[in-house]
């Protein structure tokens, strides 16, 4: 199985701030990597695709990148509804895996 | 507009079954793979199962393998999720995800989840 570790587990950031979320994937995954958005008691919701495809309304402030098994999510000014839990997901091979997830923070 | 609606939740005994339901709506449900997430509480998310458009293949996590099956009724526009020989581990929300068409392993739209409880 393909394990994602996804680090920081927490941080603390500001409105305005840049935020960076990392993934690394245990075995190449290609860009087969996404990226969703949870808010408390609500179901996650997809931000980012094949690494690095902006998912359909999704505001342009995310980004996503790779750099060999290394994946990053770029919340390039946290707005004040971007506060919430981040996961990482690999689409590459069954078993589908989840990182641990990253909450943010209001510091 | 998509929209997918869990139901079939409860509280059961371990060792007991339950059965979930997913009702899509706003989409050709047939022409879609499919998914089960759950998410215990305070915790992450797992995924649980994958059905392809056609009914096969079909997949299983390693912690529910041999005991959920999952199927889909594209007449009625519906995902399914046997569930037996439950434990007190597979206490969370369970969602009912569709598959993302390229590449077919991500999720574009969910459902709101229900909660499943196993206890005494």
């Known amino acids: 199985d393909i394990q994602m570790t996804q680090s920081p587990s927490s941080v603390s950031a500001s409105v305005g701030d840049r935020v960076t979320i990392t993934c690394q994937a245990s075995?190449?995954?290609?860009?087969?990597l996404a990226w969703y958005q949870q808010k408390p008691g609500k179901a996650p919701k997809l931000l980012i695709y094949a690494a690095s495809s902006l998912q359909s309304g999704v505001p342009s402030r995310f980004s996503g990148s790779r750099s060999g098994t290394d994946f990053t999510l770029t919340i390039s000014s946290l707005q004040p509804e971007d506060f919430a839990t981040y996961y990482c997901q690999q689409a590459n091979s069954f078993p589908l895996t989840f990182g641990g997830g990253t909450k943010v923070e209001i510091k | 507009e998509v929209q997918l609606v869990e139901s079939g939740g409860g509280l059961v005994q371990p060792g007991g079954s339950l059965r979930l339901s997913c009702a899509a709506s706003g989409f050709t449900f047939s022409s879609f793979e499919m998914n089960w997430v759950r998410q215990a509480p305070g915790k992450g998310l797992e995924w649980v199962s994958f059905i392809s458009s056609s009914g096969s293949p079909i997949y299983y996590a390693d912690s529910v393998k041999g005991r959920f099956t999952i199927s889909r009724d594209d007449a009625k526009n519906s995902l399914y999720l046997q569930m037996n020989s439950l434990r007190a581990e597979d206490t969370a929300v369970y969602y009912c995800?569709?598959?993302?068409?390229?590449?077919?392993?991500?999720?574009?739209?969910w459902g709101q989840g229900t909660l499943v409880t196993v206890s005494s």
């Open positions: 995800a569709r598959a993302t068409v390229v590449p077919a392993a991500n999720f574009d739209y």
């Open positions: 075995q190449g995954i290609n860009n087969w």
